[in-house]
């Protein structure tokens, strides 16, 4: 089993999620989701079990309150801490 977390780049602040974390694949911080994955890997196999995007605490504040609108994250979703 592999967890990963992994920050994907991403132009503008238009996307869910999107902050300045330290983009694994930029190799600076920059623009990114992150992306957080499950996967299972052996020498014959491999699948994705699970994924999940993190959403930044900062996207809970209020004035990010219009773009978690615009992007439909609900009400009720509250920031969680990267369980890895």
């Not at 299972?40 to 309150?65: C, I, M, T």
């Amino acid at each position: 089993m592999i967890l990963d977390g992994t920050g994907l780049p991403r132009k503008g602040t238009a996307s869910v999620g999107v902050a300045r974390p330290y983009g694994n694949q930029t190799g600076k911080i920059d623009n990114c989701q992150v992306a957080l994955l499950a996967v299972y890997a052996s020498e014959k196999r491999h699948a994705r079990l699970d994924r999940q995007l993190y959403v930044p605490s900062v996207w809970f504040g209020e004035d990010y309150a219009p773009l978690r609108e615009r992007c439909d994250i609900p009400e009720e979703v509250g920031f969680q801490t990267q369980l890895m």
